[in-house]
């Protein structure tokens, strides 16, 4: 199976479901969307796990899921710091296809 490592909020600025504008409550249901769509595309022949930026969260999170997709939110902490936690932590890296425009992951 193909393993991806999404940056969240970075694709879905990228594919249109979200813009700096939109208000809390939209903003919620595009990520809800953009995890459907995640969901859908993947349907059991790849594991994707989605990072959300909550630098400012009022607490940490456990890891979620969403219909399959595995979601984390980077409590205190950047998606890229918790992108790169997470493939250093991988046994094979080398099979993770990450998934951002940022140039740091």
Known sequence: AVNFLIDGYNLMHAVGLASRAMPAAQFERARGRLLDWLADGAAGRAEVRV???AQNAPS???EARHRGVRVRFAFAQTADDLIEELIAAE???QLLTVVSNDGRV
Do not use: G, I, N
């Open 60 to 62: 940490p999170s456990l």
């Open 91 to 93: 046994h094979r890296p």
């Open 51 to 53: 990072v959300f930026d």
